[in-house]
C-alpha cells in the first residue's frame, strides 16, 4: 500500500536475501549476534557485522545503531536493542526500537528499510502486538514527515506471521488513513468574556454567519493550545482563565462534516480585532444572541451558556 510517499510492503522470505539499503536486527543491548535474526544475519553477512557491532555496544534498550552489511547486499544493518541480556522484552522496547530504526534511516538519508517483526523471536511477542504497533510507528514517522524513506517493508519466515501481518500492520494503516481520516474532526470555539461581552466573528468563508471564535485542532496540538491559537489568529486577545465549558457532537451541527467540538470559556487581553479569516468582530450582549445569524450551533451554544449563567 502506498502511505505518504512510501511504499509498505509485507512479504514472506529470508530477510537476507532482500535488497534494500538498510536491514533492521532484532538485537539485544550488548549487540552481540547470537539466532534468531541476528544469526541470519551474521552467517549470511559475516563476522564482521557482529564485531562492528559489538565495538558500538552496548547501547540503551529502545536505541539503534548503524554497521556496514558485510557481504549482504544491503548497505547498512540497524541494530535495534529490543531488549537486554536478560532476553525480554515488552511495548515500550518494540515501540522505541521500531522508531529509532525509522529516526535512523532518516539520519542515513536512506530510501529503503526491511524490518523483521521486532520482539516475536527470541523475546516471545505476540505477532499481532508486533504488527500494530510497528504500523503504529511506521504512521508517525511518516506523518512527521522529513524523511528519505520510499520503501518500508516487511518481512516474515513463516506462513503464520506473514498472514498476520499482512492482515493487520496493512489492515491497521489502511482502517487509520482511509476510514478514520474521514472524520469526526475536532474543533475548537471559546466564549470570550469581556466586561462589555461576549466577543463573535464574522466568518469570511463559507457557511457564513456569526461565531465563537475558534477552528480545528491541528496534528500534534492540545485543545488548550488549540482554542488560544485560533482566538489569537481571529480577534487579537490574549486568552486567560480558560475553562472548558461543553463538548458538541451532533453529526448535523456543521454542514460540511462531521465535527466534534469542545467549546471554552476564558477571560481575555488586548484590544479584539478581526483577523484574516474574519470579515468583522463584534461584542455582544447575551440579550442579543436570538437577533442575529449564527454559523453552525453556535446559537445554541450560547444560549445553553446563557442558561448556566
Not at 536491514?23 to 547470537?34: D, E, Q, R, S, Y
Not at 558500538?56 to 557481504?71: D, L, N, Q, S
Request: proline share 3%; charged share 25%.
Amino acid at each position: 500500500m502506498k502511505l505518504k510517499d512510501s511504499e509498505i510492503k509485507v512479504v514472506m522470505g529470508d530477510i537476507t536475501e532482500i535488497r534494500s539499503d538498510a536491514i533492521v536486527n532484532a538485537a539485544n543491548n550488548k549487540l552481540v549476534m547470537g539466532g534468531g535474526v541476528a544469526g541470519a544475519i551474521k552467517r549470511k553477512g559475516g563476522q564482521v557485522i557482529e564485531d562492528e557491532a559489538v565495538k558500538r555496544g552496548p547501547i540503551e534498550i529502545g536505541k539503534a545503531v548503524e554497521t556496514g552489511a558485510g557481504e549482504l547486499a544491503a548497505k547498512y544493518i540497524i541494530h535495534a536493542a529490543t531488549m537486554g541480556m536478560d532476553f525480554k522484552t515488552d511495548e515500550v522496547k518494540i515501540r522505541n526500537s521500531c522508531r529509532s530504526s525509522l529516526d535512523l534511516a532518516a539520519k542515513l538519508k536512506i530510501r529503503s528499510i526491511v524490518f523483521p517483526a521486532l520482539g516475536c523471536g527470541t523475546g516471545g511477542f505476540p505477532f499481532l502486538a508486533s504488527a500494530k504497533i510497528m504500523a503504529q510507528e511506521v504512521l508517525s514517522h511518516l506523518r512527521r514527515g522529513n524523511t528519505t524513506l520510499k520503501e518500508i517493508t516487511f518481512c516474515l519466515n513463516n506462513r503464520e506471521a506473514f498472514e498476520i501481518f499482512k492482515k493487520n500492520l496493512v489492515g491497521y494503516l489502511d482502517y487509520v488513513t482511509t476510514k478514520l481520516s474521514g472524520g469526526p474532526y475536532v474543533t475548537v470555539d471559546v466564549i470570550i468574556e469581556l466586561t462589555e461581552g461576549i466577543v463573535i466573528i464574522e466568518r469570511s468563508n463559507p457557511p457564513f454567519g456569526w461565531a465563537l471564535p475558534g477552528g480545528f485542532v491541528d496534528y500534534g496540538e492540545s485543545l488548550e493550545d488549540a482554542v488560544t491559537r485560533e482566538a489569537k489568529e481571529e480577534t487579537g486577545l490574549e486568552l486567560l482563565q480558560l475553562k472548558q465549558f461543553h463538548t458538541y457532537s451532533d453529526p448535523k451541527r456543521d454542514p460540511r462534516f462531521h465535527t466534534i467540538g469542545t467549546v471554552f470559556t476564558a477571560k481575555a487581553k488586548g484590544t479584539p480585532k478581526a483577523g484574516d479569516d474574519a470579515q468583522g468582530i463584534k461584542i455582544i450582549k447575551l440579550s442579543q444572541i436570538e437577533k442575529l445569524e449564527f454559523a453552525f450551533d453556535h446559537k445554541k451554544i450560547l444560549t445553553d451558556y446563557l442558561k448556566s449563567k
